[in-house]
């Protein structure tokens, strides 16, 4: 019997690619037991590192500091690098970068398929890649490594080998973070398979589960988001129908959920770079499998509809108080994907500012939380760090529950005739017009 506690894998040498909110923590971890290098293609990234900056939040700097002094002293620790030399030295490389969706919203690989053109470029007899970027079932093998192979020359499953082993890292919680989720794996062969389960295993407190393939592995990450979506789109469409009869949504989740086996999931806006990404690949692999799937595309058109819904409804709200809508002004609060996390990647909350604009009003957005260079270089907005009290605004819209939020003067807006809408039903309903 292993004891977890101690476990660690003879001569394996990592190289995590990819720091962002899956690669940071994922490298910090292994640095504790292994040799490390964590590498980014960004420059300022890997310097804002080396000086135990993380403009994600999700990384403990503590641990961060601990595990680069550690490798400054000895064998083990991290070093950070953006130099591809330096990834030779190791014969484990571990692949988190982004794989979004284009303007078409079809699985745009880029970003994988160069990580795979570097790592080609420094394979060696024996490497092992390990792809943990979510994608639909059969890419790894069936457009990573061709790509592995012609740049390296080597022979997949002879020469080298792969796994697959989906990030479950949720950005924002405290609570549930890497080592205490449990993690699928998988490998190309059986004993490869079994060298990854026991890499992860020997970090991972919450254990593993080694799929029987790849496959399934790649599968199982589509699916567990597929299933958010179309549950929350159905909280979605709920709300629109709810809206229409005159009824609160939430208040209809709370008399349903009194039924031991009622499942409350809260209608929103859901974007981030897992829910309101995966089902796109899981879709376009079944459509080119000749399946045009029906259920998990009509919930992402609910989803996708409810920043119009939003902005449509506050506009409405504004009729009801008399407010002239051409030229008023709008005070959008949040803009990243969800709560108490700096995350911007596919904000809904940026349709809302685009209806509300196209309806003639000047809309600013304040976010205590967003990187305004971020928002800047990737939205092309302005945020607010802070609110102008002196400005009278006609309409509020609370687009993400930050905890700072909470004490803000609400009171003091509605008592000029604001309308105040709450897309997440997290104010005191007194104080809002309207919620979903």
């Not at 394979?123 to 790894?140: F, H, N, Q, W």
């Not at 060298?195 to 393939?213: C, E, F, Q």
């Not at 789109?233 to 809206?243: G, T, Y």
């Not at 008399?255 to 999931?265: C, D, E, I, P, R």
Request: some cysteine.
């Amino acid at each position: 019997m292993l004891d977890e506690n101690n476990l660690v894998i003879e001569n394996a040498k990592i190289a995590v690619i990819g720091l962002g909110y899956v690669g940071l923590p994922l490298a910090i971890e292994f640095g504790k037991k292994y040799d490390v290098l964590g590498f980014d293609i960004n420059q300022q990234r890997v310097e804002d590192l080396r000086e135990i900056k993380d403009r994600t939040l999700e990384a403990n700097l503590s641990a961060l500091a601990e595990v680069v002094a550690l490798k400054q002293k000895g064998t083990i620790g991290l070093q950070l690098s953006y130099e591809v030399e330096d990834l030779r030295q190791y014969n484990t490389y571990i692949v988190t970068v982004p794989t979004p969706i284009d303007q078409f919203k079809a699985p745009d690989l880029r970003p994988l398929l160069r990580a795979s053109e570097m790592l080609g470029a420094v394979l060696k007899a024996g490497d092992i890649v390990v792809y943990e970027s979510t994608v639909y079932p059969g890419c790894t093998e069936e457009d990573c490594v061709p790509v592995l192979e012609k740049v390296s020359g080597l022979v997949y499953n002879r020469d080298f080998f792969v796994g697959y082993s989906p990030e479950r890292i949720n950005p924002g919680d405290k609570i549930n973070k890497l080592t205490t989720i449990k993690k699928v794996t998988s490998g190309s062969t059986p004993a490869i398979a079994s060298r990854i389960d026991d890499l992860y295993r020997s970090i991972i407190v919450a254990g593993t589960h080694k799929a029987p393939s790849i496959k399934v592995a790649e599968a199982a990450k589509a699916i567990e988001n597929a299933q958010r979506d179309i549950n929350i789109s159905f909280m979605n469409e709920l709300s629109l129908i709810f809206d229409r009869v005159g009824i609160d949504t939430n208040d209809v989740l709370e008399a349903a959920s009194t039924k031991w086996n009622f499942l409350k999931y809260k209608p929103g806006l859901v974007g981030g770079h897992c829910i309101g990404v995966d089902p796109y690949y899981l879709a376009h692999k079944a459509e080119a499998l000749g399946y045009h799937p029906q259920v998990i595309l009509s919930g992402r058109r609910v989803n996708d509809f409810m920043a119009q819904f939003v902005a449509n409804k506050v506009v409405k709200l504004m009729i009801e108080k008399d407010h002239k809508i051409k030229d008023s002004r709008a005070l959008i609060m949040g803009i990243t994907f969800k709560e108490n996390c700096p995350d911007v990647r596919n904000t809904r909350v940026v349709e809302i500012y685009k209806e509300l604009t196209q309806f003639g009003m000047s809309a600013d957005i304040y976010d205590p939380w967003a990187d305004p260079e971020e928002v800047r270089s990737t939205y092309g907005l302005e945020i607010l760090k802070e609110v102008d009290e002196t400005i009278l605004y006609d309409a509020i819209v609370v687009a993400v529950s930050h905890n700072e939020f909470l004490h803000f003067d609400f009171k003091r807006y509605k008592s000029r005739n604001t309308v105040i809408y709450d897309t997440k039903a997290f104010l005191n309903r007194d104080l809002v017009d309207g919620r979903l």
